[in-house]
Nanobody
Framework: VQLVESGGGLVQPGKSLRLSCGVSGGSANKYPMAWYRQAPGNERELVATIGSRYNTTYLDSVRGRFTISRDNARNMVYLAMNNLKPEDTAVYYC??????????WGQGIQVTVSS
C-alpha cells in the first residue's frame, strides 16, 4: 500500500488549503484513513480520521475548520482546511491501517501558515 500526499504550501492566516492523499495497492476503499501532523519540536498528533463507512473524528482544535473526506472510486482522501492559523503549521501525513498488512504512511507534506 502506498500513500502520496499533495496540496500543501504557504498560505496566509485565515485562508484555505486542501490536502489530497492518493492511495494505491490493497483494498483501499475498505481501510480507515487518517491525517496526522507534526510541528517542529512537537510530537505527531492525530488531526482527523474517516472510517470505511465515512464516520469521522477530529482533533478539538481543528473541529469546525477542517473536513476530512474520501472518494473510494478514485482511491483518494482529502483534508479541507479553512480559516488556517499559524499554529496549524506542520508537516501533514496521510496514514492508513490496512488490516493484516499493518500501518502505512505517506511521505508528508509541509503546510505553512504565515503572513
Amino acid at each position: 500500500v502506498q500513500l502520496v500526499e499533495s496540496g500543501g504550501g504557504l498560505v496566509q492566516p485565515g485562508k484555505s488549503l486542501r490536502l489530497s492523499c492518493g492511495v494505491s495497492g490493497g483494498s483501499a476503499n475498505k481501510y480507515p484513513m487518517a491525517w496526522y501532523r507534526q510541528a517542529p519540536g512537537n510530537e505527531r498528533e492525530l488531526v482527523a480520521t474517516i472510517g470505511s463507512r465515512y464516520n469521522t473524528t477530529y482533533l478539538d482544535s481543528v473541529r469546525g475548520r477542517f473536513t476530512i473526506s474520501r472518494d473510494n472510486a478514485r482511491n483518494m482522501v482529502y483534508l479541507a482546511m479553512n480559516n488556517l492559523k499559524p499554529e496549524d503549521t506542520a508537516v501533514y501525513y496521510c496514514k492508513t491501517h490496512a488490516g493484516d498488512l499493518g500501518d502505512f504512511w505517506g511521505q508528508g507534506i509541509q503546510v505553512t501558515v504565515s503572513s
